[in-house]
């Protein structure tokens, strides 16, 4: 599903005198239907920026992001952005670290909206999202609250929920379980499980030791890719 | 008759040729308003200087005169323009409808079908039906020009969405052979029917605002309005108390400081000839006769 | 199970902008601007004042003539036309129907002394409506949809607080179902709570109706939670351009590096 080969980012510090800041060179791995890879690396090492990349987030300055898209491959590396945005609608996922939601709107919206945006009706959308609030332990008499309003585990789970609701054939995710307790910490090992067996191909980041044995498939180093200046 | 101290009809004949050229244009273009360089008259502006000018241009000795002011021939506005011409024109001037061939009129159509031959003219204070929706005269020409008068549309809505009707009463809009929409000056809606296909020639002057506009003979004139809210005539409902007449407009006349009042023809030709045939009304001086008209 | 929708990759092109320049004397105010817009889509234009977008944005309306470049329009029929070659009348029209204008200033673009209802009714009324009782049914469902209480669609927009007014701005230019609407600083000059509103009900209408819009703003949030994509301008001239997060979160070029570290944290 996903085939990264060589791909290779620097941020170029235009502010603080045009510094280069190499961050990663050569990441080459692949991720198979159901599979499940986690990036391990110390802190700095590069792998949200790995993330970034294979979402289209990042532009690369090198190497291709292969993405199995409709039926054919397409290189993000070197795509359109309204091939990227075709993509991410209909086969990449990504659930960040940190919730962006318009201010104002209620949780069970934020959490239904990637499903009107492809065309779901508002009513089944919304019944959806509450499912899936329900089972990540938002309370009912929540869900008609924006999230800005909610302590940082429950934003988290709304992003979770947001992230999850959609039967994307690809899902990045990106610290799912960080600032979760342990039940909720389940719900989402649960979560991804059941992605697994539906066949999402997956590449998270956990820092979580025990929640990475659960659900890693196999462990890409991320060190390996360090470019060294 | 004879007037040796003016030109024929006051205006030089330079001017008179300008006022022609605009006139035959307007008579080209139905319902769109001719610019024309419009001259002081010895009147002030919105007394009929727009009228007068356009009377001036088409007058010819051999025409008869009738002047009306809201239906009425006794007026001072009226009779001053009466006077007026035949001072500075000599030509013969009436009361009588039928017997005119040039009627020149502030807010009212006559009664009386007009026939082929006759011309009405009008005196208009502003001729620009858009002008109270959009100020600017470039974009008003402009939406003319493109036929864009979806605006004309918003006056009648915000008239039904305060009033449950539409309260335009006067000065009702009006599109001209089905391409521009027009003002027809304040005359009551009652009179916009008889513009239509009217068998006489109906021109517009405005004297200050400098426009001429026309409706040519037989000319299809349309009230606008909507759909589930059509054009409606509008009369006081009640018999002339002078002549009787059920199919006149009215004018409210106040007879004392106690609220008496009394309903009359506003034409005062009609009313009158009505009552020369004999048709009497409530109020009538002499006892009520009914006798056959003609 | 979520149909996926077509991902309109086949889709022919709705706005194309070649080369686009305006100059005034020996003024630069845009120069060779080009891109391409396709149904749908949302491009922010971003940059500080007096980089040019304005400009732009009135190049794109055709209420300025470009000094050089062109921009061509998909029309109804399916045909790619130059705007410029228009008739006043057919361009006219178009703007009325098709396209939508929001102005930052909201008394630019409505009628102050007219009825909301006859301000959304307007643009159906010079499309012919003729039915008092369709139009305002048509124009209460639309306050309705922009979150302004019905039983004030008598009431003239003089008597509305800025943001309702911005919202029946955008009700009366979607009246019509445009396909392409052209803002100017849609937020500017509203209260913090007021523009997440209006936000959160643009990003709403623009994913229902499928708009294409171009986006004109100063302020990057906007940009974040309305565009797909984002062109960033500096002295007339287009600088960066590529999707919106790509050019927020990775921004290449020293002056997008330093509006995008320029906000304010809140």
């Known amino acids: 599903m996903i085939d990264v080969c060589g791909a290779e980012k620097t941020f170029m510090m235009h502010l603080q005198g045009g510094i280069e800041l190499p961050v990663v060179r050569g990441v080459s791995f692949r991720v198979e239907p159901g599979e499940c890879v986690v990036l391990s690396g110390p802190s700095g090492a590069g792998k949200s920026s790995i993330l970034k990349m294979v979402f289209g987030s990042y532009r690369c300055d090198g190497g291709r992001i292969g993405i199995r898209h409709h039926g054919g491959m397409v290189d993000l590396a070197a795509a359109e952005p309204r091939q990227v945005l075709s993509v991410r609608r209909s086969t990449i996922g990504y659930v960040s670290q940190f919730l962006r939601a318009v201010p104002r709107v209620p949780s069970i919206d934020v959490v239904a909206e990637p499903l009107t945006a492809s065309g779901m009706a508002r009513a089944d959308a919304r019944d959806r999202a509450g499912a899936l609030l329900r089972r990540l332990n938002i309370p009912e008499r929540l869900w008609s609250l924006p999230p800005s309003t909610f302590s940082g585990g429950e934003q988290q789970r709304v992003n979770i929920a947001r992230g999850f609701i959609c039967d994307l054939p690809i899902l990045l995710l990106d610290e799912p379980t960080a600032s979760l307790d342990a039940a909720n910490r389940a719900v989402v090992v649960e979560l991804i499980g059941q992605k697994k067996r539906q066949g999402v191909a997956m590449v998270a980041i956990v820092h979580d030791d025990e929640i990475r044995r659960v659900i890693a498939d196999r462990i890409v180093d991320v060190t390996a890719f360090a470019s060294a200046a | 008759m004879n007037a040796p101290s003016y030109n024929f009809a006051y205006l030089d004949e330079q001017t008179k040729r300008m006022i022609r050229r605009a006139i035959l244009k307007a008579i080209a273009t139905p319902g769109y308003q001719v610019p024309f360089a419009s001259r002081e008259m010895p009147m002030p502006y919105g007394w009929g200087t727009g009228g007068v000018q356009v009377t001036a241009a088409i007058l010819g000795p051999d025409d008869v005169l009738k002047v009306i002011d809201q239906g009425s021939d006794d007026t001072t506005n009226a009779i001053s323009i009466r006077k007026f011409f035949g001072k500075t024109a000599g030509v013969a001037t009436t009361t009588s409808t039928a017997e005119a061939t040039v009627i020149q009129t502030r807010h009212r159509i006559p009664e009386a079908p007009l026939h082929g031959g006759q011309v009405l003219v009008y005196q208009v204070p502003i001729p620009e039906p858009l002008r109270f929706l959009e100020p600017r005269e470039t974009e008003t020409r402009r939406m003319h020009a493109l036929g864009e008068y979806g605006l004309m549309h918003v006056k009648l809505y915000e008239d039904i969405a305060r009033f449950g009707h539409i309260a335009t009463s006067y000065a009702y809009p009006v599109k001209v052979n089905a391409r521009y929409v027009m003002d027809p000056s304040p005359t009551p809606k009652f009179d916009n029917p008889k513009m239509d296909n009217c068998p006489a020639l109906q021109l517009f002057g405005a004297g200050r605002e400098k426009r001429i506009y026309a409706i040519p003979p037989h000319t299809n004139v349309v009230s606008l309005d909507f759909e589930d809210h059509p054009f409606a005539r509008y009369r006081f409902d009640a018999p002339c108390a002078l002549c009787g007449a059920g199919d006149s407009y009215l004018d409210e006349i106040v007879t004392d400081d106690k609220g008496g009042r009394m309903f009359v023809c506003s034409d005062t030709d009609y009313c009158e000839t009505r009552q020369a045939a004999g048709h009497r009304g409530s109020e009538s001086a002499a006892p009520h006769r009914e006798v056959a008209h003609g | ?266």
């Open chain 3, 1 to 266: 199970m979520v149909e996926p929708r077509s991902d309109g990759l086949e889709d022919p092109p709705l706005l194309v902008a070649e080369g686009l320049g305006k100059d005034y004397g020996r003024l630069t105010a845009c120069k060779d601007v080009s891109f391409v817009l396709y149904p749908g889509e949302v491009l922010a234009v971003v940059g500080e004042s007096g980089s040019g977008k304005s400009t732009l944005l009135q190049l794109l309306s055709a209420q300025l003539t470009p000094s050089a470049g062109r921009v061509s329009y998909r029309m109804r029929d399916g045909m790619l036309r130059d705007l410029a070659a228009l008739g006043e009348a057919e361009r006219r029209f178009l703007f009325r129907t098709d396209w939508g204008y929001v102005h930052q200033d909201p008394a630019q673009g409505l009628r102050m002394a007219v009825s909301a209802g006859a301000n959304v009714g307007e643009r159906l009324m010079a499309v012919g409506w003729n039915h008092y009782g369709r139009i305002r049914d048509t124009a209460s469902s639309w306050l309705q949809r922009v979150e302004i209480d019905t039983a004030r669609i008598d009431d003239a927009p003089r008597t509305y607080s800025g943001g309702m007014r911005q919202r029946l701005q955008i009700a009366r230019n979607l009246v019509t179902e445009p396909r392409l609407v052209l803002m100017d600083e849609p937020t500017g000059g509203l209260d913090v709570s007021v523009q997440a509103r209006l936000l959160d009900l643009m990003r709403n209408l623009v994913n229902e109706l499928g708009l294409a819009a171009v986006v004109v703003t100063h302020d990057l949030a906007v940009a974040r939670l309305l565009s797909h994509r984002v062109m960033v301008m500096k002295d007339g001239r287009v600088i960066e351009t590529g999707l919106t997060d790509q050019v927020l979160d990775d921004p290449r070029e020293p002056y997008t590096q330093l509006l995008v570290s320029s906000i304010l944290p809140v």
